[in-house]
């Protein structure tokens, strides 16, 4: 398990080269991402109403635990995973109620009573960078749901990159403040198309005189009908997808506010219910 942050030492000196900053300094995570409002929980919590979800609820790729306890707050019975022990280490503590375990979305079998609903958010879907893993996270989504069970999820919309390079021209800077230093993330996307893949670098610097530090992920691109057709091949009926209005689009989404109709933004929001349990 990885130790709680040493607040007189900036997790630069502490992560190691080309880690995930974020993943292991899940209170850095909440400093660069806020979410005060629960946006993302509650945009989920509103999809399960509107189509008529039961109340337990699996939030896979938890990250730090808000949106699952947010789920809960709601009234609903969740269990949240996540691979990152870290993440779920603070979860247990910051947003106690859910029941966190350690999972792999590719391939995951919590052993536990079937759930209602399948969450996936912030596009953690999108880890899944081959077509056995998606078919993987598919189908340990399938084993877990009772029949008529819901999948919910968000990420990127891979169909926003046909010809458009607003996102990949120049290099995002973004900085923050948090427990009294100065942060900047300076990340370059890149397509890498044989592999269907957005890739990111970001390097991380901060104002204490610690050394920059560099990291690399990527995540798959999905267009909106080749993810109709995966999810047919494994059973579920798409009810929603569209790109926005969503927790992470411009504008955000607001309460009372239903599906759109297009899918050529940024972001990819997906209602799929499973209608075949084999």
Do not use: K
Not at 1 to 8: A, G, I, K, S
Not at 49 to 74: P, Q, Y
Not at 199 to 223: N, V
């Amino acid at each position: 398990m990885t130790p709680p942050l040493n607040t007189t030492r900036s997790p630069l000196n502490t992560t190691r080269s080309n880690e995930n900053l974020l993943t292991d300094n899940p209170e850095l995570y909440e400093a660069r991402f806020p979410d005060a409002d629960r946006l993302a929980g509650r945009w989920a919590e509103d999809c399960l109403r509107r189509h008529g979800a039961g109340a337990r609820v699996l939030d896979i790729g938890c990250g730090t635990g808000r949106d699952a306890a947010s789920l809960h707050a709601a009234g609903r019975t969740v269990v949240a995973a996540d691979l990152s022990e870290a993440m779920l280490a603070y979860a247990r503590t910051h947003h106690r109620g859910p029941d966190y375990v350690r999972a792999d979305l590719r391939d995951f079998d919590l052993h536990e009573e079937p759930v209602d609903a399948v969450v996936c958010l912030d596009s953690a879907l999108l880890y899944c960078h081959t077509n056995a893993e998606l078919d993987g996270f598919l189908t340990s989504c399938r084993r877990s749901l009772t029949p008529g069970g819901l999948l919910v999820a968000e990420m990127r919309n891979g169909a926003f990159f046909l010809g458009r390079t607003e996102l990949l021209d120049a290099p995002a800077v973004n900085g923050f403040t948090w427990q009294g230093t100065a942060y900047i993330s300076t990340t370059t996307l890149s397509v890498d198309r044989t592999a269907q893949l957005l890739r990111r670098t970001r390097i991380w610097t901060a104002d204490d005189g610690s050394p920059p530090h560099e990291q690399r992920s990527a995540w798959r691109l999905l267009f909106p009908q080749e993810l109709r057709h995966v999810l047919a091949s494994h059973g579920f009926e798409v009810l929603d997808l569209h790109d926005g209005p969503g927790p992470r689009t411009e504008p955000a989404w607001q309460e009372g506010a239903g599906p759109g109709e297009r899918t050529d933004q940024d972001r990819l929001h997906l209602v799929a219910r499973l209608t075949r349990h084999d």
